[in-house]
């Protein structure tokens, strides 16, 4: 516990920063699939894949639209979760610096 200005576990702050840390990982997509069959294309997706299927190219489009809408999201919450992170250690930087300048 801290014994400054504020009483704070300063514990807390790393423990709480170490878990929002492994929690970003999880929205990495390669984390999510490394148990699975299932992997994410390389590349674009090639309309023949559906053979002579009529909208095969409109098709071919979503499933990467698709793919492209799930980095996104999972990149968005990796870069929310760090960014909580980062504001953590700025909030317990702070927080030792004002009790360093109270003298505690």
Do not use: H
Not at 1 to 27: L, N, P
Not at 28 to 43: H, R
Not at 62 to 74: F, M, N, Q, S
């Amino acid at each position: 516990m801290g014994t400054g200005i504020v009483d704070v576990s300063y514990q807390a702050f790393d423990e709480c920063r170490t878990r929002i840390r492994a929690a970003s990982k999880e929205f990495d997509l390669d984390f999510i699939l490394k148990d699975s069959q299932a992997k994410p294309p390389a590349e674009l997706t090639d309309a023949k894949l559906f053979g002579k299927l009529d909208g095969a190219a409109q098709l071919a489009a979503k499933v990467d639209a698709t793919w492209t809408g799930i980095r996104v999201e999972l990149d968005s919450g990796q870069i929310k979760l760090e960014s909580v992170e980062r504001a953590l250690n700025d909030v317990e930087t702070n927080l030792r610096t004002a009790d360093k300048a109270a003298g505690a």
